[in-house]
């Protein structure tokens, strides 16, 4: 099982839409959570922090379940440049800053 | 404030020629991490400084592979000889010490796309 695991997509959705990603991580003892972005031949940004509250940040929204292994990143009224691959990250386990990144989800944004 | 930068942008090669990466980081970062990035995937961890001390470089292919931070300052990652398979983009990125913590925020360079023909 990968260490981290997320729909490589492509998801295609018109502008306005809501879409919703998700990952899943093996390692129960990871406690920071990511995603990032990656625009094409871009390098990656930080997105947002994952918190076991859940977060929002505009149009985005991150949620954590730590009992299932398991984040999410939902973004609302799409643009047309939120198009882009969105990796999610975790940490390799307690204290450590080392991080274990996705493959990432690939998503179009049309007009 | 300047970025993380890395030169060259772009390097082919044939297979079994040497290559070298050089990065800078973030001015006041501590920590350096080199990744490689194929093509569909996430970066992958090759190695991390903090200072000019190696911290992790358990995924670094030390055969071929190897790189420095002498001064605790810029980096190069060198790969000699190359095979068809390290085409990849390297990306370096550096984060801050902060309270005697390494901050989880890391800020990545623009890479160096190299191709291995």
């Known amino acids: 099982r990968k260490e981290v695991e997320q729909d490589p997509g492509p998801f295609n959705v018109p502008e306005g839409a809501t879409v919703a990603f998700n990952c899943t991580y093996s390692?129960?003892?990871?406690?920071?959570f990511f995603w990032y972005r990656q625009d094409c031949r871009k390098e990656p940004k930080l997105l947002m922090s994952v918190y076991s509250s859940g977060n929002e940040d505009g149009r985005f929204t991150a949620q954590l379940n730590r009992a299932s292994q398991y984040i999410s990143l939902l973004i609302r009224d799409s643009k047309l440049s939120d198009s882009a691959t969105y990796l999610c990250v975790v940490n390799r386990g307690r204290n450590t800053d080392k991080l274990i990144f996705g493959t990432g989800t690939r998503l179009q944004v049309f007009p | 404030e300047a970025g993380v930068a890395q030169s060259p942008r772009y390097k082919i090669i044939e297979k079994r020629q040497s290559v070298a990466f050089w990065c800078n980081p973030i001015s006041g970062h501590a920590t350096l991490y080199w990744y490689q990035q194929i093509l569909g995937q996430g970066p992958k961890l090759l190695i991390q400084f903090q200072n000019n001390g190696v911290v992790d470089d358990s995924q670094l292919p030390k055969d071929r592979f190897s790189a420095e931070r002498l001064k605790g300052v810029d980096s190069t990652l060198k790969i000699q000889p190359a095979k068809l398979e390290d085409s990849a983009v390297y990306l370096c990125?550096?984060?801050?010490?902060?309270?005697?913590?390494?901050?989880?925020?890391?800020?990545f360079g623009p890479g160096t796309r190299l191709l291995v023909l």
């Open positions: 390692n129960s003892a990871s406690q920071s």
């Open positions: 990125a550096s984060s801050f010490l902060a309270g005697g913590h390494i901050s989880e925020t890391q800020y």
